[in-house]
């Protein structure tokens, strides 16, 4: 009787210890299976089945495989594992206004002008296009054009500073332009980029490429700077006020310049409709044969979002 409590004894203390034991591995590979009974500075007292107790310095576990849920990094939800696409912004508005002229210009027109830009906090892409006309028995009899595509890539820490690619087009029949072609690149700098104030300046060099509709004025390509500054500023409520101002100034004569400058008066109606004043001045230091330098133009008109 009493042997047979002694083998029950035996056999439930290992099965206690099978139970309760734990891998231990080694650095170099190793592994001990057995059950920690207690710790003495850097040591571990181990029992196992094989050994009996044996002391285990610690330096030698490898503690990430014993314990991978304790020592292991904390895992990461997996909704942070995947990278929220950045934010992208559309801004898609087309609108209809009367003009009022001078200058060149001395007819009553209509305009129609579009805008499409997508922007993320990496790039940006424009499409722009302002079409102004005239039209005299139902038939249209002059036209002044102008249209933009443009590309930039932020770069730098900030993503403040940005690199550009842009593409403008003019026709203006009230100043001999039959068409003038600029492609130009550069780099530029966000000062302020919020709904309440967006500011930023840039400089580009490019090619322009002018042809006249009357003959006596030779057609011309040049080289040219495109410094550019634009600002836009929330006034109260839903009125902001916007300046944007470009110049041509050419490399290879310093008296021949041009400057394009566009200053709008914005009212945000409803968040599709907004009405809005724009004064739009063209200068030519160097005009066609018997044209002026300054056209201007004021338009009103009414713009939508969608």
């Known amino acids: 009787m009493r042997k047979l409590k002694i083998i029950i004894f035996v056999l439930c203390y290992l099965w206690a210890t099978s ?5 231990i591995y080694l ?5 001990i299976s057995g059950v920690i009974i207690g710790e003495e500075g850097n040591s571990l007292r181990v029992q196992t089945l094989a050994l009996g107790e044996i002391k285990l310095n ?6 990430l495989k014993t314990y991978p849920e304790q020592y292991a ?3 990461i939800q997996q909704q942070n594992l995947s990278l929220a696409p950045p934010a992208i912004e559309w801004k898609k508005d087309i609108s209809l206004g009367y003009v009022q002229s001078g200058g060149n ?3 009553q027109l209509g305009q129609f002008s579009g805008v499409i830009n997508r922007k993320t906090p990496a790039n940006e892409a424009t499409v722009k296009m302002d079409d102004l006309y005239s039209s005299s028995h ?14 930039a890539y932020s770069f730098g820490n900030d993503l403040k ?20 072609v600029t492609p130009s690149t550069g780099v530029g700098y966000w000062f302020s980029d919020t709904k309440d104030l967006k500011a930023m300046a840039e400089l580009g060099v490019g ?66 409709w907004a009405c809005k004043i724009s004064y739009v001045d063209d200068f030519n230091s160097v005009p066609p044969l018997g044209f002026k330098k300054n056209d201007y133009t004021w338009v009103t008109s009414l713009e939508y979002h969608f």
């Open 19 to 23: 139970a309760w034991a734990l891998e």
């Open 138 to 151: 139902g038939k249209m009899d002059g036209r002044k054009f102008y249209g933009m595509l443009r590309y």
């Open 58 to 63: 610690k330096s030698f576990i490898d503690f």
């Open 27 to 31: 650095k170099n590979g190793d592994r």
């Open 207 to 272: 090619y322009q490429y002018t042809g006249y509709r009357i003959e006596t004025t030779s057609n011309k390509g040049e080289a040219v700077l495109v410094p550019r500054f634009f600002i836009d500023k929330r006034l109260i409520a839903n009125l902001h006020l916007s300046e944007d101002v470009t110049f041509y100034p050419s490399l290879e004569n310093i008296n021949d310049y041009r400057i394009r400058s566009e200053t709008d008066l914005i009212n945000q109606i409803t968040t599709a």
């Open 161 to 180: 500073w940005y690199h550009f690619y842009k593409l403008e087009g003019d026709q203006d029949y009230f100043s001999d332009i039959y068409y003038r």
């Open 105 to 107: 210009i001395k007819k």
């Open 73 to 75: 990094p904390p895992k």
